[in-house]
């Protein structure tokens, strides 16, 4: 396995690889091609994939708001999973964000998600009560 810092060209096999992990897209909102690429302009440097010959198999987006690191969008296929390669990834986004001066990480994780959980859980973060407030500029977002 191969991990390396996410390219712009690479959004397109980012959408294949959330399609396959199985996780929600937002087509008109925050995942469209034009979305991700302003989103890459700006934290793209915190845009780690890993790679298994050539093909990508997991990915992680980092960002971080100069307070906290945020650890979004980790994800593996399915073929790849319980082989190290998400705790791989997360700990090279904690490292490139400590880079830019971060000491805390932090991940948003929905109740059903129990496998991320476990997998927060194994990679040593406590689970911390917080109620999650948002707002929505349109419904699609
Ligand atoms: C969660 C996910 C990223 C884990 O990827 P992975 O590469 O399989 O994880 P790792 O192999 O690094 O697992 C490390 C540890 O986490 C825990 N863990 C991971 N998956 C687990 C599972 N299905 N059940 C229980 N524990 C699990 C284990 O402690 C594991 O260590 P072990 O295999 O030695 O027991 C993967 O299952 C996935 O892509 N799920 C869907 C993604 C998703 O919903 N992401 C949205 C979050 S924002």
């Known amino acids: 396995m ?25 087509p008109k909102g925050r995942d469209t091609v034009e979305a991700l690429a302003r989103q890459f ?19 992680v987006m980092g960002t971080h708001d100069a307070r906290k690191g945020w650890i979004n969008r980790l994800a593996v296929h399915p073929d790849y999973r319980r ?7 997360a700990a090279r986004v904690e490292e490139s964000l400590a ?13 059903e998600n ?15 009560p917080v109620h999650y407030y948002r707002k929505k500029l349109h419904e699609g977002v």
């Open 99 to 111: 880079e830019d001066g971060v000491e805390i990480f932090a991940a948003l994780i929905e109740d």
């Open 114 to 128: 129990e496998t991320s959980c476990r997998l927060f859980e194994a990679l040593g973060y406590e689970k911390y």
């Open 41 to 59: 302009a700006s934290m793209g440097r915190h845009w780690w994939l890993a790679e298994e010959d050539g093909k990508v198999i997991g990915a």
């Open 2 to 26: 191969n991990i390396r810092r996410m390219q712009a060209e690479d959004i397109g096999a980012l959408l294949a690889l959330w399609r396959e992990a199985g996780l929600a897209i937002r």
């Open 83 to 89: 082989q190290g390669v998400a705790s791989a990834l």
